[in-house]
């Protein structure tokens, strides 16, 4: 871990916090270049466009590639506070993101080490450095509080 993967976590978290006024997954991301200074963010846009693709990670790293007028991000580090699902990863190794940092583990849906390893695939031609669990309290309880507010009894139903 790098000093400031945790300062660049918090912006993360910040742009979860966001994704909450959509009734979106709250799930933030942001992109770091090679300087440390950030050239994307996202969050979950689904609920607020529609768009099945508008993950965190995928809405950061078009921002990037917007921002540089280049595909590729191969100086970058992806910042997100939950572990990528394999479309996200496939979007991480498809920029050519050399280093990948997350918060909080996904259980039911990762692809960097919890169900599946698509980052870390021998098979892959790109290598990608992944440092995982960072502020991943704060992370994790984000979900946990946004999905327990989802499953809470609505009073006067049984």
């Known amino acids: 871990m790098r000093?400031?993967?945790v300062r660049f976590m918090a912006l993360a978290l910040a742009e979860a916090r966001?994704?909450?006024?959509?009734?979106?997954v709250p799930v933030g991301a942001v992109v770091v270049d090679g300087d440390g200074a950030v050239i994307g963010t996202g969050r979950n846009e689904r609920e607020a466009t529609g768009d099945p693709l508008a993950h965190a990670e995928v809405v950061a790293l078009r921002a990037a590639a917007a921002a540089r007028g280049a595909w590729r991000l191969d100086d970058c580090t992806l910042v997100v506070t939950l572990e990528p699902?394999?479309?996200?990863a496939g979007a991480v190794l498809a920029a050519r993101v050399p280093r990948l940092v997350f918060g909080a583990w996904d259980e039911?849906?990762?692809a960097v080490g919890?169900?599946?390893?698509?980052?870390?695939d021998r098979r892959v031609p790109h290598a990608v450095e992944v440092v995982a669990g960072v502020a991943a309290d704060d992370c994790a309880a984000i979900l946990t509080d946004f999905f327990a507010?989802?499953?809470a009894p609505t009073p006067g139903r049984g």
Not at 18 to 24: E, F, H, N, P, Q
């Open 3 to 5: 000093a400031d993967d």
């Open 18 to 24: 966001s994704a909450l006024r959509t009734g979106d």
């Open 85 to 88: 699902c394999v479309m996200c």
């Open 108 to 110: 039911k849906a990762g």
């Open 114 to 120: 919890s169900v599946y390893d698509v980052i870390r």
């Open 149 to 151: 507010g989802r499953r």
